[in-house]
């Protein structure tokens, strides 16, 4: 069968590998254990398995789109390439000292985080680039070639590049450069310059190291793909889905690895994004819960909130300054390691703790019988009722009640003297809790309101949750759209291509120089561009520019969006009118007397995004067909109830579903408490409502 229009969207998670394909409109999915040691295994596996029920061969594919949580994982797990960092005398131990902010103020025993690289692995050249970009000491291309040969004997793989305010004038990073593409010709060579180039050396060195340390594997894997792709006739281009919600090139990615770094959470929030769109919704709170993170997101207006820096590993309760920051556009959210195979355990409090830590797909939780011991949350699901053994992931997967009870009495009842239905409701309430904090102080921090939002959620194990979630948030409206159990990988068809450049230019509105802002803003709109245009030569290219603006004394900013007029034009009394509005509406008043600085300029090259066409509500046709009925765990009554089965596939339009009840498809599980119901509407999403 040959089709005009055939798009893969892969998504790697730390369980699942996620695989859709689209044929001209129709949509074909599937999801397969992640192949640690191979990952590119599960995706030609999984690629079969949707070409077969599509019946199409894998050469008719017209275009990849790819996202992964390998970039993530190698820096959590510190399974990355021996890498060296050559940065400017004096300015060794940044990514040791970090900002000396602490995380914990009260705990006398805080251990900080360790740096990427240990100090040995860390050389210094004599140079100097003042915060103007002037050099006061200049670099000897002798000193260079001194410090590269002994790089070179000790063996390193990777080279990472942060000198001081290298962002302003690069040259000097470009000299050691080109020493050590002479002489070290097959090492892999990062620079702050192009990898980040803005202004904090803390947050730039790690970026760059980040960089450096995984650019070697995610080549060789990305390497390794593409040949794999090739041996089963795929001949289109393969692009990688980047952390601020757009697609690049195969190439960009293998050169800055460290922007896939959330790759797979911003196809969820793409997703969620145009789901939003379909209904009109202007505040959204996104919930998408896979087998090892959950992960929640702002919308409003249809479009993600974005951030210049995030952290990875937060090592501390996940508490913000434990982690590593890296420095580059990503879809601001918030990441917690709650998912289907996070795993429970007692403290010493005698409390309930779920994850971080996660069976994932090796051995995966006690219910897969792959010899996983400790009860993970989708074992609590199982013993609540909420999954059935026979028919988990299409039936794919038989799941082990046994083994579930077994490990839930062991680890946590023996400890708590509980049964093992006791255990389940506790250790899912936790999970929920901690997920329900996260958004609440994810909301705090963005000075919203979560009861005026409507969540969207998706992920295999978040439909599992959301009714509990939407309870305790006090969330009224839920919508769990068609294929919600591979959400990412659809986001990632739905993203459009694009690239933000970025850089540093301290600049007071007192000394306002508008000749310089729009050349800047003007170079920085043809390097965006530049990068999409390699993905779509004969797109049509809109650009977005931000400007990141504080009060003089202020240690952060906060960014202000301006118009294409507004960056070819730019005015200081346009720029000052814009930043007090936005502080205003983020922090309730403005201060008067301040000068107000700019640090930070963006732009921000995309391809249209893709148009959508607004759902008609149902009107209700009547209840839907209920296939069976089981116990299932209400954890607002504390209780089981009797509760409805019904096959998604089996509502039509309008059809209702009134709680509890449960909503089974091949990908994940819909759980309707006993204080919801839920109607399917046009386009297939199930609408979930409060009651009366």
């Given at each position: 069968m040959?089709t005009?229009?055939?798009?893969?969207g892969?998504?790697i998670g730390?369980?699942?590998?996620?695989?859709?394909?689209?044929?001209d409109?129709?949509?074909?999915?599937?999801?397969?254990?992640?192949?640690?040691?191979a990952?590119e295994?599960?995706i030609i596996?999984?690629?079969?398995?949707?070409?077969?029920?599509?019946g199409?061969?894998?050469?008719?594919?017209?275009?990849?789109i790819?996202?992964?949580?390998?970039a993530t994982?190698a820096?959590?797990?510190?399974?990355?390439?021996k890498?060296?960092?050559?940065t400017?005398k004096?300015?060794?131990?940044?990514?040791e000292?970090r900002?000396?902010?602490r995380?914990?103020?009260?705990?006398?025993?805080?251990?900080?985080p360790e740096?990427?690289?240990?100090?040995?692995?860390?050389?210094?050249v004599?140079?100097?680039?003042?915060?103007?970009?002037?050099?006061l000491?200049?670099l000897?291309?002798?000193?260079?070639?001194?410090?590269?040969?002994?790089?070179?004997t000790?063996?390193?793989?990777?080279?990472?590049?942060?000198?001081?305010?290298s962002?302003?004038?690069?040259?000097?990073?470009?000299m050691v450069?080109?020493v050590?593409a002479?002489?070290?010709?097959d090492?892999?060579?990062s620079?702050?310059?192009?990898?980040?180039p803005?202004?904090?050396?803390?947050e730039?060195?790690?970026?760059v190291?980040?960089?450096?340390?995984i650019?070697p594997l995610?080549?060789?894997?990305l390497?390794?793909?593409?040949?794999?792709l090739k041996?089963?006739?795929?001949?289109?281009?393969?692009?990688?889905?980047?952390?601020g919600?757009g697609?690049?090139s195969?190439?960009?990615?293998?050169e800055?690895?460290?922007?896939?770094?959330?790759?797979g959470?911003?196809?969820?929030?793409?997703?969620?994004?145009?789901?939003?769109?379909r209904?009109?919704?202007?505040?959204?709170?996104?919930?998408?819960?896979?087998?090892?993170?959950a992960?929640?997101?702002l919308?409003?207006?249809?479009?993600?909130?974005t951030?210049?820096v995030?952290?990875?590993?937060?090592?501390?309760?996940?508490?913000?300054g434990?982690?590593?920051?890296?420095?580059?556009?990503?879809?601001?959210?918030?990441?917690?390691?709650?998912?289907?195979?996070?795993?429970?355990?007692?403290?010493a409090?005698?409390?309930?703790?779920?994850g971080?830590e996660?069976?994932?797909?090796e051995?995966?939780?006690?219910?897969y019988?792959?010899?996983?011991?400790?009860p993970?949350?989708?074992?609590?699901?199982?013993?609540?009722?909420?999954?059935?053994?026979?028919?988990?992931?299409?039936g794919?997967?038989?799941?082990?009640?046994?083994?579930?009870e077994?490990a839930l009495s062991?680890?946590?009842?023996?400890?708590?003297?509980?049964?093992?239905?006791?255990?389940a409701?506790?250790l899912a309430?936790?999970?929920?809790?901690?997920?329900?904090?996260?958004?609440r102080?994810?909301a705090?921090?963005?000075?919203?309101?979560?009861?005026e939002y409507t969540?969207?959620?998706?992920?295999?194990?978040?439909?599992?949750?959301?009714?509990r979630?939407?309870?305790?948030?006090?969330?009224?409206?839920?919508l769990?759209?068609?294929?919600?159990?591979v959400?990412?990988a659809?986001g990632?068809?739905?993203?459009p291509?694009?690239?933000?450049?970025?850089?540093s230019?301290?600049?007071?509105l007192?000394?306002?120089?508008?000749?310089k802002?729009?050349?800047?803003?003007?170079e920085?709109?043809?390097e965006a561009?530049?990068?999409?245009?390699?993905c779509?030569?004969?797109?049509t290219?809109?650009?977005?520019?931000?400007?990141?603006?504080?009060?003089?004394?202020?240690?952060?900013?906060?960014?202000?969006?301006?118009?294409?007029?507004?960056?070819a034009?730019?005015?200081?009394?346009?720029?000052e009118?814009?930043?007090?509005?936005?502080?205003?509406?983020?922090?309730?008043?403005?201060?008067?007397?301040?000068?107000i600085e700019?640090t930070?300029?963006?732009?921000?090259?995309?391809?249209p995004?893709?148009?959508?066409?607004?759902?008609a509500?149902a009107?209700?046709?009547?209840?839907?067909a209920?296939?069976?009925?089981?116990p299932m765990f209400?954890?607002?009554l504390a209780?089981?109830q009797d509760s409805a089965?019904?096959?998604?596939?089996?509502?039509?339009e309008?059809?209702?579903?009134s709680?509890?009840a449960?909503?089974?498809?091949?990908e994940?599980t819909?759980?309707?408490?006993t204080?919801?119901k839920?109607i399917r509407?046009p386009?297939?999403?199930?609408?979930v409502?409060?009651?009366?």
């Amino acid at each position: 069968m040959q089709t005009s229009s055939v798009r893969l969207g892969v998504d790697i998670g730390g369980t699942f590998t996620d695989v859709v394909l689209e044929v001209d409109g129709a949509s074909f999915s599937t999801k397969v254990l992640t192949t640690y040691a191979a990952p590119e295994n599960a995706i030609i596996d999984g690629m079969h398995q949707v070409c077969t029920t599509a019946g199409i061969t894998p050469h008719a594919i017209t275009q990849i789109i790819h996202g992964t949580t390998l970039a993530t994982n190698a820096l959590i797990e510190r399974r990355g390439a021996k890498t060296a960092l050559i940065t400017t005398k004096g300015f060794r131990d940044v990514i040791e000292m970090r900002t000396e902010s602490r995380f914990e103020q009260y705990d006398l025993n805080l251990s900080l985080p360790e740096p990427l690289l240990a100090r040995q692995m860390r050389y210094t050249v004599a140079e100097r680039v003042d915060a103007r970009g002037d050099v006061l000491i200049p670099l000897n291309r002798a000193d260079v070639e001194e410090v590269v040969a002994q790089i070179k004997t000790a063996g390193y793989e990777s080279v990472a590049v942060g000198l001081m305010h290298s962002y302003l004038n690069p040259a000097h990073e470009q000299m050691v450069r080109e020493v050590l593409a002479d002489m070290m010709p097959d090492a892999m060579v990062s620079l702050s310059c192009e990898v980040s180039p803005q202004m904090r050396e803390y947050e730039r060195f790690n970026t760059v190291v980040a960089n450096a340390y995984i650019k070697p594997l995610m080549k060789s894997y990305l390497g390794r793909l593409e040949g794999r792709l090739k041996d089963e006739g795929v001949a289109c281009n393969i692009f990688l889905m980047h952390s601020g919600g757009g697609i690049i090139s195969i190439e960009s990615a293998a050169e800055f690895p460290v922007r896939l770094v959330e790759s797979g959470p911003a196809g969820g929030a793409v997703f969620a994004a145009h789901i939003a769109a379909r209904y009109g919704l202007d505040k959204v709170l996104s919930f998408d819960m896979g087998g090892t993170t959950a992960k929640i997101c702002l919308i409003k207006n249809q479009t993600p909130k974005t951030s210049r820096v995030f952290e990875v590993a937060r090592t501390y309760r996940f508490k913000k300054g434990s982690g590593m920051p890296i420095s580059i556009p990503v879809i601001d959210m918030v990441e917690i390691g709650a998912g289907g195979g996070s795993l429970a355990h007692v403290d010493a409090m005698r409390q309930i703790r779920v994850g971080p830590e996660s069976a994932g797909s090796e051995p995966g939780p006690a219910c897969y019988g792959r010899g996983g011991l400790k009860p993970a949350v989708t074992d609590a699901d199982l013993v609540l009722g909420k999954l059935d053994p026979d028919n988990f992931a299409g039936g794919s997967i038989k799941l082990d009640t046994a083994g579930s009870e077994g490990a839930l009495s062991t680890v946590l009842g023996d400890v708590l003297d509980m049964d093992a239905a006791t255990s389940a409701f506790g250790l899912a309430e936790v999970v929920d809790e901690n997920m329900a904090n996260a958004a609440r102080v994810h909301a705090v921090e963005n000075g919203e309101d979560l009861s005026e939002y409507t969540m969207i959620a998706f992920g295999g194990a978040a439909p599992l949750h959301a009714g509990r979630l939407c309870e305790k948030l006090g969330v009224d409206r839920l919508l769990v759209p068609p294929g919600a159990g591979v959400g990412s990988a659809i986001g990632f068809l739905r993203a459009p291509f694009s690239f933000e450049a970025n850089r540093s230019v301290y600049m007071r509105l007192s000394d306002f120089d508008a000749a310089k802002i729009k050349a800047l803003l003007g170079e920085l709109q043809n390097e965006a561009t530049g990068f999409v245009r390699n993905c779509a030569p004969d797109a049509t290219i809109l650009s977005e520019f931000k400007a990141y603006m504080r009060y003089a004394g202020q240690g952060w900013e906060i960014p202000i969006v301006l118009t294409a007029e507004q960056a070819a034009n730019p005015d200081a009394a346009t720029f000052e009118r814009l930043f007090a509005d936005d502080y205003a509406k983020l922090f309730g008043r403005t201060v008067d007397g301040l000068d107000i600085e700019i640090t930070v300029w963006s732009a921000n090259a995309t391809t249209p995004p893709e148009q959508v066409a607004k759902v008609a509500l149902a009107t209700p046709q009547g209840a839907a067909a209920i296939t069976s009925r089981r116990p299932m765990f209400d954890p607002a009554l504390a209780e089981f109830q009797d509760s409805a089965v019904i096959l998604r596939e089996g509502m039509g339009e309008g059809a209702e579903v009134s709680g509890p009840a449960i909503i089974t498809e091949d990908e994940t599980t819909i759980i309707l408490p006993t204080s919801r119901k839920a109607i399917r509407q046009p386009d297939g999403c199930i609408d979930v409502t409060v009651k009366g």
